[in-house]
């Protein structure tokens, strides 16, 4: 089934019939203009989707569902946490959507001694509403948390899965580096510089609280690409 046919239902594990919030409900309407009787998945967020079958609008113009069997589920094996530095813009929005895609499971915005972007109460409310399309977009039933932006240093002492990494371009090749192991069972937590890269400080401190250095290769990354790159390299899946 096409991915623009999924919808996000939060109360769909606990219900055969549901109602479509609308925002839900427009995208159903209005965008695919959908009718009665048409096939279409829904997904709660937490890890659950299901087949349903668009059976009207209700007295409130709320789309009604009636939901089928469950769905295999689509997720990484891996469960992966972000911290990205915030770039100039509104650059970030697309960058959360792409971490949703490849299977980020929680992604926080960092402000760092190099940022150039800034964190407000609109930006993250849009942050949010990417990680919901990227879930929709990848065919994902698990919603990404987008958590409230945060200081690199703060972060580092935050309680972090054990498995920690950061992305770094080649002049940081002093810097401690490994070669992710195709399993994590306790997770793992992957740093993403802002566009100058982290400061030598602040690389200082990753390292001593237990993160070693991602080897992106010798050429110089945006701060999306770069994120998108290791988000994919350390949830491989094991061969």
Same mark, same amino acid.
């Given at each position: 089934?096409?991915?623009?046919?999924?919808?996000?239902? !939060?109360?769909?594990?606990?219900?055969?019939?549901?109602?479509?919030? @609308? $925002?839900?409900? *427009?995208?159903?309407?209005?965008?695919?203009?959908?009718?009665?009787?048409?096939?279409?998945?829904?997904?709660?967020?937490?890890?659950? /989707?299901?087949?349903?079958?668009?059976?009207?609008?209700?007295?409130?113009?709320?789309?009604?569902?009636?939901?089928?069997? $469950?769905?295999?589920?689509?997720?990484?094996?891996?469960?992966? =946490?972000?911290?990205?530095?915030? !770039?100039?813009?509104?650059?970030?929005?697309?960058?959360?959507?792409?971490? /949703?895609?490849?299977?980020?499971?929680?992604?926080?915005?960092?402000?760092?001694?190099?940022?150039?972007?800034? $964190?407000?109460?609109?930006?993250?409310?849009?942050?949010?509403?990417?990680?919901?399309?990227?879930?929709?977009?990848?065919?994902?039933?698990?919603?990404?948390?987008? /958590?409230?932006?945060?200081?690199?240093?703060?972060?580092?002492?935050?309680?972090?899965? !054990?498995?920690?990494?950061? =992305?770094?371009?080649?002049?940081?090749?002093?810097?401690? *580096?490994?070669?992710? @192991?195709?399993?994590?069972?306790?997770?793992?937590?992957? =740093?993403?510089? !802002?566009?100058?890269?982290?400061?030598?400080?602040?690389?200082?401190?990753?390292?001593?609280?237990?993160?070693?250095?991602?080897?992106?290769?010798?050429?110089?990354?945006?701060?999306?690409?770069?994120?998108?790159?290791?988000? @994919?390299?350390?949830?491989?899946? /094991?061969?």
């Amino acid at each position: 089934m096409s991915t623009a046919r999924r919808f996000f239902a !939060p109360q769909a594990a606990g219900s055969r019939d549901l109602r479509l919030d @609308a $925002a839900e409900t *427009h995208h159903l309407l209005r965008v695919l203009r959908l009718r009665p009787s048409a096939e279409i998945e829904i997904f709660d967020g937490a890890g659950n /989707a299901f087949s349903a079958r668009f059976v009207g609008v209700d007295g409130e113009d709320r789309c009604l569902v009636e939901r089928g069997a $469950a769905l295999p589920p689509r997720e990484p094996g891996i469960r992966l =946490a972000v911290g990205v530095a915030v !770039p100039k813009g509104d650059g970030l929005t697309a960058i959360v959507r792409q971490l /949703a895609e490849v299977g980020a499971d929680t992604i926080v915005p960092l402000t760092s001694e190099h940022s150039e972007g800034r $964190a407000t109460p609109a930006r993250l409310t849009r942050w949010r509403a990417a990680a919901l399309s990227g879930t929709r977009q990848s065919g994902r039933a698990t919603l990404p948390a987008v /958590a409230e932006p945060a200081p690199f240093e703060k972060w580092l002492r935050g309680k972090l899965a !054990p498995d920690r990494w950061i =992305a770094s371009p080649w002049t940081a090749r002093a810097a401690p *580096h490994g070669t992710p @192991a195709p399993e994590a069972a306790g997770g793992r937590v992957l =740093a993403v510089g !802002p566009e100058g890269g982290f400061s030598a400080r602040e690389l200082e401190d990753a390292h001593r609280h237990g993160f070693r250095r991602l080897d992106l290769g010798e050429r110089i990354l945006r701060t999306g690409t770069a994120a998108v790159v290791a988000a @994919a390299l350390l949830l491989r899946p /094991a061969e």
